[in-house]
Each structure stands twice: as structure tokens, then as C-alpha cells.
């Protein structure tokens, strides 16, 4: 069940691949499509790095929708129902980030610091 709470961060990692290989930006097609592999890692570093890159792909969300938007204004386009799409996708990649919110997702990158710190 661990991979249904973990999907919507594989979601947007799927949609920012998508996005980068559109604009013929290799490099961070295959980083976006490989990312969620670290998800397998139950390191408590983990969830931050994750939510870090969250972050960052909704800025780029973000960002693309401005430029696409400014475009078509200028050139007398309808830029509205563009904007509201990519304005959801952001959204929907901002809240990937509460997936790390719930108990279970907690507990399997939490688990592994506790071992650790009972190490020492």
C-alpha cells in the first residue's frame, strides 16, 4: 500500500519528465523519470530532499505557466484555460509534498534514524 500513498510524488515526477522532454531538456527528463527511485532508500533524509525537489518542480510549473501566458497575451491568444491547467498541475505537484504527512510514510523513513540513533 506504500506505493498508492507514494504516487502522487511519482505523478509529478512522470509530469515534470514529460514537461523537460518536451523542451528537449534530456538531463532532466531522465533525473525526473529517475528520481522516484529514491523514495526506495528508508533514509530520514529522504522526505526532505523529496519535498525540496516538490518545490522546485512546482516553480517550474510556475514558471512555464507565466511565460506561456505572457506569450500568448502578447500575441492575442487565449492564454486563460492554459493557465488554469498548468496552475492545477502545480498545485497538484505542491501538494505531493503532503504525502510525507501521513503516519505510515512517516514511519518508514523515520524507522531507519531510530536504528541508527541506537546504534551510537
Known sequence: ?????????MLSALLLAAHFSRHD???????????PFILLFRR???PL?????LILGALEWTRTLVTIARQRQAAGDD???????????A?????????????????????????NLGDH
Open 1 to 9: 500500500m506504500m506505493i498508492l500513498r507514494l504516487s502522487p510524488v
Open 25 to 35: 531538456t534530456l538531463a532532466l527528463s531522465v533525473l525526473s523519470l529517475v528520481f
Open 44 to 46: 530520514p533524509w529522504v
Open 49 to 53: 530532499l523529496v519535498q525540496v525537489v
Open 79 to 89: 492564454w486563460l484555460r492554459m493557465a488554469m491547467i498548468l496552475g492545477c498541475v
Open 91 to 115: 498545485a497538484v505537484t505542491l501538494a505531493s509534498i503532503l504525502v510525507f504527512r501521513s503516519p505510515k510514510v512517516r514511519e518508514r523513513y523515520e524507522q531507519q534514524a531510530q536504528s
